[in-house]
C-alpha cells in the first residue's frame, strides 16, 4: 500500500530475499518521488547529440526527402555548433552564425531554414527560452 493505493507489479522473480529487496528498492523510489526528490536533472548535451536524438526522434514521421533535408541543413550546422553545449550557446553566437553563412554565399532562404531547424532542437531541449 503506498498513499492508500494498492501497488501490484511483478518482480519477475522466484525468489523470496531478492523479491523483498526490489519491493523495498520500489517503495523508496515512490517515496522519493512523492516528496520530489526523484526528479532526474538533464545533464547538458552537445548541440551534436541532441541533434541526433532530435533526427531520431522524428525519423519515423519524416518522408525521406524531409530527411535529407534536415541532414543537409545539419551538415552547416554541427561544424559551427556541434562541439558547444546548448546552454553555452547565446544570440550573438546565432548571429554570427548568420552572418558567416551569408558571407559564404548561402541564400538567405537557405539560412533561415538552417535556423529554423537550429531553433526547434533548442526548443525541443528546453534551451531556446533562455535565448
Known amino acids: 500500500m503506498f498513499h492508500a493505493q494498492r501497488i501490484r507489479e ?4 522466484r525468489s523470496k530475499t531478492l523479491a523483498q529487496k526490489i519491493e523495498d528498492k520500489r517503495r523508496r523510489e515512490l517515496e522519493e518521488g512523492a516528496a520530489g526528490l526523484n526528479s532526474k536533472r538533464n545533464r547538458p548535451l552537445l548541440f551534436s547529440i541532441a541533434a541526433e536524438k532530435y533526427l531520431k526522434m522524428k525519423e519515423a514521421r519524416w ?3 524531409t530527411r535529407l533535408i534536415a541532414d543537409n ?4 550546422l554541427v561544424p559551427v555548433f556541434g562541439k558547444r553545449l546548448l546552454v553555452d550557446i547565446e544570440a550573438p553566437d546565432i548571429r554570427a552564425y548568420q552572418k558567416f553563412r551569408l558571407a559564404e554565399g548561402a541564400a538567405p532562404r537557405t539560412v533561415n531554414i538552417e535556423q ?3 531553433r526547434t532542437i533548442m526548443r525541443r531541449f528546453a534551451a531556446w527560452a533562455r535565448i
Open 10 to 13: 511483478s518482480t519477475g522473480t
Open 63 to 65: 518522408e525521406p526527402k
Open 73 to 76: 541543413n545539419l551538415a552547416h
Open 116 to 118: 529554423s531547424l537550429f
